[in-house]
């Protein structure tokens, strides 16, 4: 089974930025298409950000401009960074593998907090 660790994240006024990053236990990562997601408290798990195989990515709308999702096969890493950060992105923030229609491929990590509060 796949390992997920997720770090980077912490509290930052408005406006400040974050550079999340995951570490993905696989020497294959390069297959994979891989997302970030977030679960704001009382509200259900949500993706925000995914790259193909091929560094194809897509944003949910409200972080369209602001985040960015990277990734280097080679460190089996996958990146997030989150700049203008608002109160709103306030949430746990995990990675995982994409399946188009599926749920997540591996289970989840602990994930990162991140906080944005003045």
């Known amino acids: 089974q796949v390992q997920l660790v997720e770090s980077g994240g912490g509290l930052v006024q408005p406006g400040g930025s974050l550079r999340l990053s995951c570490v993905v236990s696989?020497?294959?990562?390069?297959?994979?298409?891989m997302g970030w997601y977030r679960q704001a408290p009382g509200k259900e798990r949500e993706s925000v950000a995914n790259i193909s195989t091929g560094d194809t990515t897509t944003y949910v709308d409200s972080v369209k401009g602001r985040f960015t999702i990277s990734r280097d096969n080679a460190k089996r890493m996958v990146y997030l960074q989150m700049n203008n950060l608002k109160p709103e992105d306030t949430a746990v923030y995990y990675c995982n593998g994409v399946r188009a229609g599926l749920g997540p491929r591996w289970n989840w990590g602990q994930g990162t907090q991140v906080t944005v509060s003045s």
């Open positions: 696989t020497s294959i990562l390069s297959i994979y298409a």
